[in-house]
Every structure is written in structure tokens, then in C-alpha cells.
């Protein structure tokens, strides 16, 4: 238990580190208020934990693991900011490339710290026992956009005010980029189901942590100058559940039951 405390506080000032390092790189703004800091170390440390509890789970060398923890979560970061492209918050599409590199940068240092400081856990269901079903990849795109559109109508009027009042791009551009986003967030999904050891059931709930808290809690507490919190707090509200809902159906389509199980049931029903 010390250890994974320590490992999480680790994580946490590696990403503040890296955040106060390479604040050059994100879009000019005020400066933060001192009130905003314990939003800040919520964040990192959310984001801390959540990697922690998957690098736990994925069984491999520590530069694999850190690799992989870079991989979903930078994954996750360019799949969010994608909107942005889209969306007018007040960010030109320079600035917004910048922030994506920002983001990288910082989500290497929160992966590497953890990648390297976490113990991988023994678990009886191994990673390779539960087959993957790749091909049920092109699941994710229709599923996604399912997801992403009900909770938009849902917390609609709460936000439409703020969205009315800034150019709105065309239904058919925001469908085509969901579509995309899908089958990026469908990848993160797989290499996850593919890469964590455990059951099916829990591979499914850990994707949809995942992309929940990387790609929902975690960067919507996190302070923002350019989006009021009303706003912000509502979108919370609309991605959480939609992207677990997402990426745990998914993983769950993604994956068979594990290899044991299987053999063991035909063998029981041989003579």
C-alpha cells in the first residue's frame, strides 16, 4: 500500500513538473489563480491513479509498460483535442497543435514515472488468456457516435447558450470527425483489452475507467481560461458516462472468454 501511494504522489509531480516546464507551449492566458491550484493537484492525481491501476495490469518490461501508458493516454489527449479543429473555444489551430504537443509531452513524464515505478500485480487470468476479437473494432465507430450524441442532446441545453453565441461547423463535418474519434478511442480500447492481465469483466471496466477519467474527469477539473466552469462541469457530466459506457461495451465485444474457461468447459462435456 506505501508503495502505491508513493508511486501515485511520484506521478503526480512528475506531471506538475512537466506542466510548469513546458507551459510555453499552451495558448496564452492569465496566469493561475492561487485558488485554482487544488483543482490542479485533483487532476494530476486522478490522472496518477488511473494509470497506476493500469500499468498494475499490463504485464511487460518497465520502458514496454511506460510506452504503453504513453500510447493510451497521448492517444486519448489527440483523439479529445480533435474537437478542437472543429469547435470554436477561442484557440487558433496553431495554438491548438501547440496544446497537443504540450499534452504529449506532459502525459511521457506521467507515464514514464508511473511505467517505471509501478509492480506489476500477479493475477491468475494472464493477458493472453482471453483472446481478442480485433475485427469487432469496426464496432467502434457506430457506437461511439451513439454514445457521443445522446449525451449531447442531453446536457444541450445546459451548454447551448455558450456554443449559440461561437461559430458552429456543419452536422455532417462533427458526424465525419466522430466517426474518426471512434475508431481512435476503439484502438485505445483494444490495445488495453489486448495488454491488461485479469478477467473479461474487469478488462472492460478498467478500458472504460480509463478513457473516463484520462479523457473526462481528469482534464475537465483541471482549470481552463478559456472555458468557464459551468461549462466545463457540464460537459463532465455528458462525457464521463458516455465514453465508460463506450469503452467498456466495447472491450467486452472486443474480447472472448479466457482460454481456460473455454478448454474447460469442452471438457466437460466430453464423455
Do not use: K
Not at 490522472?47 to 497506476?52: N, Q
Not at 478500458?207 to 461549462?231: D, E, H
Amino acid at each position: 500500500m506505501i508503495r502505491v501511494i508513493l508511486t501515485v504522489l511520484a506521478g503526480a509531480l512528475a506531471l506538475f513538473v512537466a506542466q510548469a516546464a513546458f507551459a510555453f507551449m499552451t495558448p496564452p492566458g492569465p496566469p493561475p489563480a492561487p485558488g485554482d491550484l487544488p483543482a490542479v493537484v485533483l487532476s494530476n492525481m486522478l490522472t496518477a491513479t488511473m494509470l497506476l491501476i493500469l500499468a498494475r495490469r499490463i504485464v511487460a518490461p518497465p520502458s514496454a509498460r511506460a510506452l504503453i501508458l504513453w500510447i493510451v493516454w497521448g492517444g486519448i489527449t489527440v483523439d479529445s483535442f480533435a474537437e478542437l479543429f472543429l469547435f470554436d473555444i477561442g484557440i487558433p489551430r496553431t495554438q491548438t497543435l501547440w496544446l497537443i504537443a504540450y499534452s504529449l509531452v506532459v502525459a511521457a513524464a506521467g507515464a514514464a514515472a508511473i511505467g517505471w515505478a509501478a509492480s506489476a500485480r500477479a493475477h491468475a487470468v494472464t493477458a493472453d488468456a482471453i483472446p481478442s476479437r480485433p475485427g469487432w473494432l469496426a464496432l467502434a465507430p457506430p457506437l461511439y457516435v451513439v454514445c457521443y450524441f445522446t449525451a449531447g442532446m442531453i446536457v444541450w441545453p445546459f451548454i447551448a447558450a455558450y456554443y449559440q453565441s461561437r461559430p458552429m461547423p456543419a452536422a455532417g463535418a462533427v458526424l465525419a470527425l466522430q466517426v474518426v474519434r471512434g475508431l481512435g478511442f476503439g484502438a485505445i480500447v483494444l490495445l488495453i483489452a489486448r495488454r491488461c492481465d485479469g478477467g473479461r469483466l474487469e478488462r472492460a471496466v478498467v478500458a472504460g475507467l480509463t478513457l473516463a477519467i484520462l479523457g473526462g474527469v481528469a482534464p475537465l477539473v483541471m482549470p481552463n481560461p478559456l472555458m468557464p466552469v459551468a461549462i466545463r462541469m457540464a460537459h463532465l457530466c455528458e462525457v464521463v458516462p458516455s465514453i465508460f459506457i463506450f469503452g467498456a461495451v466495447l472491450a467486452l465485444a472486443l474480447t472472448r472468454p479466457a482460454r481456460a474457461a473455454t478448454s474447460a468447459a469442452t471438457l466437460a462435456t466430453q464423455p
